[in-house]
């Protein structure tokens, strides 16, 4: 794990959830201050942000129990085990114990970054329907620095010995794309004590501005390449003017 303690990677790892979840409940307190038509599409956000802020607050617990049982193992204290049975955990019991809380976090957090995209573009969509745009504009990024930063937003990308890789699409990024959109502020890179993982790449909060305001003036979709239809075979030449 990087050299770091497991109980400091525990800990940290649930202040994150627990900051996490607090975000998102910041989020329906400030969208509850905003004069807005709750029509379904708005309701829906807020009951996706709501879910993520519960997911994350297990998540949290989990990590939080997890501790626990770290914590009474090298203490050799007893500890509830089940069933209303004390004993004093293991090594091997706690490693599995966190182990399977590990599980259960992953699966409870699985989805919270790409889920959080879909809810902040249906938002900025819906609000644009009803003629609310973003003050701010929206930088102008080739598509190439677009679908990176949108990768990044869904938690996607992760940088090994150097090498970005999109864990989703299980595809290299270039390295000289990330760092363009690091020398405009728009992602940074954390350590990650996962295994096989060097760094681990997140919006910044200038990246999280720009991306929602782009939810509001999509890019137009690519004219299509037409060809002449071919004439059928047998079929009358047209007659050329003289």
Same mark, same amino acid.
């Given at each position: ?48 942000i ?16 997890? !501790?626990?049982?770290? &914590? =009474?193992?090298?203490?050799? $204290? ?5 069933d209303?049975? @004390? %004993? +004093? ?20 957090t ?20 009803? !003629?609310?745009?973003? &003050? =701010?504009?929206?930088p102008? $990024? ?7 930063? @949108? %990768? +990044? ?6 940088i ?13 990024f ?7 959109l ?44 037409t060809r ?15």
């Amino acid at each position: 794990m990087n050299g770091n303690r497991p109980d400091d990677i525990l800990n940290a790892q649930a202040a994150r959830a627990q900051a996490l979840a607090n975000s998102a409940l910041d989020i329906v307190t400030r969208l509850n201050k905003e004069s807005m038509y709750h029509s379904p599409v708005i309701s829906a956000v807020y009951a996706r942000i709501r879910q993520l802020a519960h997911l994350a607050y297990d998540a949290a617990d989990h990590l939080i129990e997890a !501790g626990d049982v770290l &914590a =009474h193992a090298q203490a050799g $204290l007893p500890m509830e085990l089940g069933d209303g049975f @004390l %004993a +004093v955990p293991s090594e091997q019991d706690a490693r599995q114990e966190i182990g399977r809380r590990f599980t259960l976090v992953s699966q409870l957090t699985a989805l919270g970054a790409s889920d959080a995209v879909v809810t902040a573009e249906q938002y900025v969509a819906e609000r644009r329907h009803y !003629g609310y745009l973003p &003050a =701010h504009q929206p930088p102008t $990024l080739s598509r190439t620095q677009s679908r990176t930063l @949108l %990768a +990044v937003a869904r938690g996607e990308v992760t940088i090994s010995n150097g090498r970005p890789w999109n864990r989703r699409e299980h595809d290299n990024f270039s390295i000289s794309t990330i760092r363009a959109l690091e020398s405009r502020d728009l992602i940074t890179r954390e350590d990650c004590q996962l295994w096989l993982v060097d760094e681990r790449v997140h919006l910044s909060p200038a990246g999280r501005r720009d991306l929602s305001a782009a939810f509001a003036y999509p890019r137009p979709a690519a004219p299509a390449t037409t060809r002449p239809a071919l004439r059928p075979s047998g079929a009358p030449q047209p007659a050329r003017s003289r």
